[in-house]
């Protein structure tokens, strides 16, 4: 986890000296101030630095600084919400991340609706998750571990990063598919999960990569299966989840967003500059060494993925009977 961090704080340190093509660019006179783009998460993790990175990219190019503003709590939902409430001027943006898609589920009693009060501008990154288990677990591969899980319902402890969130899903859309039963057990983010998963409190999680990377190429966690729809580079010999169980996929992303109702011109200028940036080689080369993937789209496609990530995810959470806690 140490080792994960490491890598995530020389990312947003080397962002600062990304190339870029040319100098200040500016189209129908945006952005003539700073822009304030709020995380909806702590510092220091995935989405926080991965944002730091896209918004230095667009302080560079666009002539103006776009600042970053933390404002974690209730599953994303505070600096959602800070975000939903700003003026759709193009000088507040949101961090969007997989949670806003579960939580439209999760929470009955949102006061904004991501769909209607947040235009998507373009995904950035997604990040996969890897269920490893203990190496003591009888079951070296997928097919053995969901044979053992069967025979045990209920028996075995899933941790998860926090009740709803990514790494829960993924695990309970796997339940679904497979027939097994697992005890959820949440926890307050990744790296106490895997502390107690390395400790035998708990048998199995679906671990964020970058946080689960060095301990399953270590062979301290055994890597069962990656969640993303084929094998990863970063871990060639574990394969994907979806061959064995013939349509899982789930991964946490990250994006840009920003209240509904902003000029067409600034989402054009934004969704270019946001897609240049995850062209760069440097940019590419740096999120895949700590396990993120690429994975730029469009303003109208982002949309599209939205709204299908909020109908998959809440068939899932229906499902296992998902309900927000506190």
Not at 19 to 39: E, F, H, K, L, N
Not at 249 to 270: K, M, N
Request: hydrophobic share 45%.
């Amino acid at each position: 986890m140490m080792i994960a961090r490491r890598r995530f704080l020389s990312l947003a340190v080397s962002a600062a000296a990304l190339p870029v093509a040319s100098g200040p660019i500016r189209a129908q006179g945006y952005p003539a101030r700073p822009v304030r783009i709020i995380a909806p998460v702590p510092p220091g993790g995935t989405g926080d630095i991965s944002v730091r990175v896209i918004g230095q990219w667009l302080s560079d190019r666009l002539g103006q600084p776009f600042v970053i503003e933390n404002r974690p709590g209730a599953a994303t939902n505070i600096g959602t919400e800070a975000a939903v409430r700003s003026a759709p001027d193009g000088y507040t943006l949101l961090a969007m991340t997989a949670n806003n898609a579960t939580n439209a589920t999760i929470y009955e009693k949102l006061r904004f609706d991501i769909s209607r009060d947040i235009a998507p501008v373009a995904r950035t990154i997604r990040v996969p998750l890897v269920l490893e288990v203990r190496p003591s677990i009888p079951a070296r591969t997928l097919p053995e571990f969901i044979a053992y899980a069967r025979a045990n319902p209920g028996r075995l402890n899933m941790a998860s990063s926090g009740n709803g969130s990514p790494s829960h899903v993924a695990g309970e859309l796997f339940a679904m598919m497979t027939g097994a039963k697992f005890s959820h057990v949440p926890y307050r983010g990744d790296a106490p999960a895997i502390t107690d998963v390395l400790g035998g409190q708990v048998q199995l999680y679906f671990g964020f990569l970058p946080a689960s990377l060095e301990h399953v190429r270590a062979g301290s966690l055994r890597g069962l299966g990656v969640t993303t729809a084929s094998r990863l580079d970063t871990l060639p010999d574990v394969p994907a989840i979806a061959e064995s169980v013939v349509g899982y996929e789930a991964t946490s992303w990250h994006g840009i967003g920003a209240p509904a109702g902003p000029p067409q011109a600034v989402i054009d200028i934004l969704d270019r500059e946001l897609n240049a940036v995850l062209r760069n080689a440097t940019v590419r080369a740096r999120f895949a060494a700590i396990g993120a993937v690429v994975d730029g789209c469009s303003a109208a496609e982002f949309k599209r993925f939205l709204a299908e990530e909020i109908e998959k995810w809440a068939k899932v959470i229906r499902f296992a009977g998902i309900k927000a806690q506190g």
